[in-house]
């Protein structure tokens, strides 16, 4: 998969991988949440917030295993639908994946990040013009989200279509200013569209905005 699909995909879920202090307190509030489902194993909100440690703690299997219970008491819980869906292409899962994003959808059709998360899932799975003809209605449907540009602008680039996942970038950068993952992708493509003059100007403005200008010098090569 492409690396902004990764990078959108990231920005569905409020979690980071956990470093070491992290984990162990992530695992402290698993604990808590695991004895209390002993005294209310039917807690819908303690199984998902259970699930949400496990998550955070890349245990994929232990996630899934409480949102099927979830599921196979309400399977319209949107939800769990949604981060099964997630965890089921964690675990290479992506028929399963897919299923769960089309039952998400059938129940609210203009769910965000289920439309963005199936519309990554078909890029994933090469199903390039179904995850154009997704992210182009999440784009109409959602005009202000820098989300929703930069995974059209990935998309775009993947199939060739380099001038305009150009534009796409920098419709995305001007709904985030403050991104450096868009930025950094706006002057790969840039580059790729042998717009170097342009790139420069966007690598020294990622300078400006405290990014040391050493970790950029592969991108200042590619301006020469």
């Not at 920005?11 to 209310?40: G, P, V």
């Not at 496990?54 to 994929?60: K, T, V």
């Not at 534009?167 to 042998?194: G, M, P, Q, S």
Request: glycine share 2%.
């Amino acid at each position: 998969m492409a690396r902004v699909a990764l990078v959108a995909l990231s920005l569905l879920f409020s979690f980071e991988r956990a470093d070491a202090q992290t984990n162990a307190a992530l695992r402290d509030s698993l604990k808590i949440a695991t004895d209390r489902l002993e005294y209310a194993p039917d807690s819908v909100d303690l199984r998902l917030r259970k699930a949400s440690f496990n998550l955070q703690l890349e245990q994929w299997q232990y996630a899934l295993d409480e949102y099927n219970y979830i599921l196979r008491r309400n399977p319209n819980d949107v939800s769990a639908l949604f981060h099964r869906a997630y965890v089921n292409e964690k675990l290479h899962r992506d028929n399963f994946a897919r299923l769960d994003y089309e039952s998400l959808l059938t129940i609210v059709p203009g769910h965000f990040e289920g439309q963005l998360g199936l519309a990554l899932l078909n890029q994933k799975t090469k199903r390039f013009t179904d995850a154009l003809d997704m992210i182009n209605r999440l784009v109409s449907q959602y005009p202000d989200s820098a989300v929703a540009y930069a995974a059209r602008a990935g998309i775009e680039k993947e199939q060739g279509m380099v001038s305009l996942s150009v534009f796409d970038y920098a419709e995305a950068v001007k709904r985030d200013t403050d991104n450096k993952e868009y930025r950094i992708d706006y002057i790969d493509a840039l580059i790729a569209d042998k717009k170097k003059n342009e790139a420069r100007r966007e690598l020294d403005r990622l300078v400006s905005m405290g990014v040391p200008r050493a970790s950029l010098m592969d991108f200042y090569k590619r301006c020469r």
